[in-house]
Every structure is written in structure tokens, then in C-alpha cells.
């Protein structure tokens, strides 16, 4: 399995980007794609989700309403487009992927290698 990100890169606070994850050798059971984040000194946060089979999605609040998460399926690419981009949204970006457990609780068994976004001020 790989997970290839990219479209990280330095923006000014109120700006754009548009970040992309290429899959490939993904098994059969993968329906679930998302993207962390990290900053140094930080916990992990899961900001965005997208069930892969009916393009479900759900967000955390810190990214609600400027955050849109999609899927290209047919190129096994999930994307993440972030606007009005805060020096808060600062860290390391990685993309997951992953399934739902028995008790439908989202299990990511793997990821990218991340890219990093840093916004200033």
C-alpha cells in the first residue's frame, strides 16, 4: 500500500490549498480515507473523514466550513481543499487510510509520509 501526498507549501493567513493523496494497492476493505494533522509539540488531530463507499464525510471543528474533503475515485485520489487557512492550521499534513471496526469506529491502518503547511501571518 502507498499513500503519496502532496500540495503542501507556505501561504499567508486567508489563503488556499489544495492538498492531494494518490493510493494504490489498497485492499478490497478500505472504505474509509482521511487526513491528520500535526504540529510540533501537538497530538495528532484527525481533521477531515470520507467513507469511500457512499462519499460520506465528517470534519472536526476546528476546520468546519473552510475545509472540504473529496475523492476522485476513479483515481484513487482524495483531496483536501483548505481555505481561509490560519497560522493555526500550521503542521504537518498526512493522508490515512482505513476501515470501520466492528463497532463502527474508524480504524487507519495506513499512511503517508505527510506534507507540511504553514501559514503565516
Known amino acids: 500500500v502507498q499513500l503519496q501526498e502532496s500540495g503542501g507549501g507556505s501561504v499567508q493567513s486567508g489563503g488556499s490549498l489544495r492538498l492531494s493523496c494518490a493510493a494504490s494497492g489498497l485492499p478490497d476493505n478500505t472504505y474509509l480515507m482521511g487526513w491528520f494533522r500535526q504540529a510540533p509539540g501537538k497530538e495528532r488531530e484527525g481533521v477531515a473523514h470520507?467513507?469511500?463507499?457512499?462519499?460520506?464525510?465528517s470534519y472536526s471543528d476546528s476546520v468546519k466550513g473552510r475545509f472540504t474533503i473529496s475523492q476522485d475515485n476513479a483515481k484513487n485520489t482524495v483531496y483536501l481543499q483548505m481555505n481561509s487557512l490560519k497560522p493555526e492550521d500550521t503542521a504537518m499534513y498526512y493522508c490515512a487510510a482505513g476501515r470501520y471496526s466492528a463497532f463502527a469506529e474508524r480504524v487507519y491502518d495506513y499512511w503517508g509520509q505527510g506534507t507540511q503547511v504553514t501559514v503565516s501571518s
Open positions: 470520507i467513507n469511500r463507499d457512499n462519499g460520506g464525510t
